[in-house]
């Protein structure tokens, strides 16, 4: 896709406000976008945003001319905590032990929802999800995705709750286990929930 747009997209781009007929009125409206640290606004024929409503908040949006209904929508809009977490193992121990190849498991455990990946079957890819969750469950996850001794925590509570789930031993899980990435959608500022 980027390769047939003429315009590369910049990142690292805050935007501010978004201001409809900033300049001179015109028979068709042009944007203005106010970006983070930019003296003048940038003025475009269109704008399409796609940032997530909670992200939205943060954008003075009062001269776009947003019906009053729909700003009331867009407050009211549910965006709930989420948590992901990913592993990965030294082999696709799931495929051996009990021959998943592909789907999801669901566990009343705090790890919930574990999915094996489809893809990579017969490979070395031994990655998978090891945990999503959403609300109350995404809200206890989320205090331990930061931090060394945090990640070690909820590392070892997910391997204890794979052990259980699979009938392996945790030593042996462990053993499998090279690294994991841990993911809160509620404490990022590009999402501010899911």
């Known amino acids: 896709m980027l390769a047939r747009i003429q315009t590369q997209p910049e990142t690292g781009k805050r935007v501010t406000a978004l201001n409809i007929d900033l300049l001179v009125p015109r028979e068709r409206p042009q944007v203005a976008v106010t970006i983070n ?11 399409v945003s796609t940032l997530p409503f909670g992200s939205l908040r943060m954008v003075d949006t009062r001269g776009c001319r947003i019906p009053f209904a729909l ?3 867009i407050q009211s809009l549910q965006y709930g905590p989420s948590v992901k977490v990913a592993m990965r193992f030294s082999t696709r121990w799931w495929e051996i032990v ?3 190849r592909g789907g ?3 566990t009343d455990r705090p790890t919930r929802i574990v999915v094996y990946p489809s893809y990579g079957i017969n490979t070395n890819a031994a990655t998978m999800i090891v945990s999503y969750t959403w609300t ?4 206890r996850n989320a205090a331990f995705v930061k931090g060394s001794v945090a990640g070690t925590v909820l590392r070892d509570a ?3 709750d794979l052990a259980q789930m699979h009938e392996v031993e945790y ?3 462990l053993a499998q286990y090279q690294d994991h990435h841990a993911w809160s959608w509620d404490n990022s500022e ?4 899911a």
Not at 136 to 139: G, P, R, S
Not at 190 to 193: A, E, K, L, R
């Open 71 to 73: 700003q009331q929508a």
């Open 37 to 47: 640290h930019e003296a003048q606004p940038r003025v475009y024929d269109h704008v």
């Open 136 to 139: 109350q469950d995404a809200l």
């Open 158 to 160: 997910i391997l204890s």
């Open 190 to 193: 590009f999402s501010v929930g």
């Open 104 to 106: 999801v498991s669901r």
């Open 171 to 173: 030593e042996w899980l």
């Open 98 to 100: 009990q021959n998943h």
